[in-house]
């Protein structure tokens, strides 16, 4: 069996960088290694039928044919899990609203544009996947678990309207866009290119994907109301924040 390397305070793993500066442990949970009985997912009934050869969310410490340190593994693996967890919420919440799209607007070309947010984010979930295991850690794919540790929450169950969907798929976006930027700044810092290099990537496309929401939400419409008459706004487009919480 593999002898997971599991993060604990026991053994002085601060993750901080140098001079403590830039990156934050809190902002994810590096803490939450191996088995939790707390954690969905964790136990069930086939937990003493199989042969278990590494807990999840932990590193083998005797090496996965990458020549990086196992502290360097485990951080940048736990780190790479969560915006797997949280591509997935994306996944699942992308596809109920394809699924709901409804409207002039929508119905038609809103459909085939989330079916492209859907096909690229299972492309990057499986991209990111492959790099956490890759670095010796076991990927969270249990879906309950997955949204217990992502970074970002599904919507209510419901329907709402199509603007809803698309703003709360835009928070999504720009959350998800914050958090690969400090782990690409943390992988430069402890040297691990190849996880930069796999974020990257990543991280271009969701720029993208955030762009086409974005523009989908802008204030201009070939459909003509009729606020610009009593608003004196003349349909000019100004400068203000998609949500006043969210951190931009």
Not at 90 to 118: N, P, R, V
């Amino acid at each position: 069996m593999t002898t997971p390397y599991i993060l604990t305070g026991k053994r002085g793993m601060t993750m901080q960088t140098q001079g403590g500066e830039g990156f934050s442990p809190g902002e994810f949970k590096l803490s939450k290694s191996g088995f939790d009985p707390n954690m969905p997912g964790h136990m069930n009934q086939h937990s003493n039928e199989m042969i278990l050869r590494q807990e999840p969310r932990t590193v083998r410490e005797e090496g996965c044919g990458i020549s990086l340190p196992v502290d360097t593994r485990l951080e940048m693996g736990l780190m790479l899990d969560e915006h797997l967890c949280a591509l997935n919420v994306a996944l699942h919440q992308y596809t109920k609203h394809h699924w709901l799209t409804e409207g002039a607007e929508s119905f038609g070309s809103l459909h085939h544009i989330l079916d492209e947010h859907i096909e690229v984010t299972q492309k990057h979930i499986d991209k990111v996947g492959e790099r956490v295991a890759r670095l010796g850690v076991v990927p969270t794919a249990h879906p309950v678990t997955q949204h217990e540790i992502s970074y970002i929450k599904h919507e209510a169950e419901g329907r709402y309207t199509m603007r809803d969907y698309l703003r709360n798929d835009l928070e999504h976006e720009i959350k998800i866009q914050g958090m690969l930027r400090k782990t690409i700044d943390r992988a430069h810092q402890l040297h691990d290119f190849g996880t930069v290099e796999v974020l990257e990537e990543v991280l271009l496309k969701r720029e993208d994907l955030g762009y086409h929401i974005w523009s989908l939400l802008e204030d201009d419409s070939l459909v003509r109301g009729m606020t610009h008459l009593v608003d004196g706004q003349n349909d000019m487009a100004t400068n203000r924040h998609l949500n006043n919480k969210l951190t931009q």
